[in-house]
């Protein structure tokens, strides 16, 4: 049967992401057909910038596909079947303050995890939901793929707030780790293997992984990862930057902690804090790295190809988070039964896990629906692990619907970068000053 054309929103338009999500559904037309792309995003100029580029590239690649944008939730939600979201609440100039100001009380700063992945979260709920209502409301029957960070207590607050929504969570750490992993097995792809992993959004353990002759590929991957972690295997790109290349070099002393898996590099942040404080930048943090560099070249390359009146030469290219998301939302349309990690309620899978928790398990993918694998029993070592920081998620989601400056108290606490409650009171008093303009009021 022919393929249905799908009709996207990109919400979240004037991303740094946004023309390579561009590039990769037009890279993937034949599996997954589009009749229509709209861009969206309530910050105009950023969006303007981008979307022009974007509209010469679709023109010169796939004139059929109608491609417009617009600040317009009304105009942009109404007869679409996917919203891919990314939104970046505050900007980077909020992810600098995530990072800095948790630094400044020697405390781990990061994106998502620790007390600047707090922030953010408490920042992002309330225009989350805001679009998957707009969601609900003009295209009841669209799915909307969330890859929007913090996506562990942006996928809680899915789960309390819209349980009912069709909205899946998912995040390209896997994604990205498992392209490296087959690249030191000397394998094409990550396709060439099927994992079985389980954990929260960055904070879980590949268990299994296996080639489709159903080989175990996890010796030769543990021998190398012992002796070199992920580094050397990191291929061009985000990853390559000088504040990641020490993540991945730190997976090696994750490794020997737990030797019979392979680690999320998101766990060195809970695990190695007082280290990652020491060899970090404090002054010059991870937002600085992608303002200079991401954000300028993207902005920069966008004038070029509007200038110039063709994208020619554009290095503008699809890479495997893109992928991800199409393939994902392949699945959803045309029933392929591909199997993905997902950010899904627990619900059992995870037998000595709460049902209520938003588990990262790998889930097969069909028309509509998708299935979570059992994952059975895990051991003291992760549940333990795993139970604190899930509290210090929901204390966060309860805060935020609650106002309730006690439970975000609680759940810098839970979490376990953050070393005492004086601190973590510290740091959430200047969070607040920070954050007036995104937070709830607390009280
Ligand atoms: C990984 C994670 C994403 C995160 C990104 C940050 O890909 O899975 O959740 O957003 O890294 O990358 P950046 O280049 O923005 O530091
Ligand atoms: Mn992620």
Redo the contacts with the bound molecule.
Sequence with gaps: MERQKQNIVIAGGGSTYTAGIVTMLLDNYDNFPIASIKLYDNLEERQTRVAKACEIIVKERHPDIVFTYTTDPVEAFKGVDFVMAQLRVGLFAMRELDEKIPFKHGVVGQ??CGPGGIAYGLRTIGPLIEIIDYMEKYSPNAWMLNYS?P?AIVAEACRILRPDARVINI???PV?LEEIFARILGLNSRKDFDVRYYGLNHFGWWTQIRDHQGNDLMPRLMEYVREHGYEEYTPQG?HKESSWLETMRAAKDLYAMDPTKLWNTYLKYYLMAPETVAHSDHDYT?ANE?MDRREKDTREECERIVAAGTAKGTWFASNE?AQFIVDLACALAFNTKERFLLIVPNNGAIANFPDDAMVEIPCIVSKDQYEPLSIGKIPTFQKGLMEQQIASEKLAVEAWIEGSYQKLWQSFMMNKSVPSAKIAKEILDDMIEANKEFWPELH
């Design positions: 994106e998502t960070n996506a995040c390209d750490m990205c985000q991870r992608i988070h």
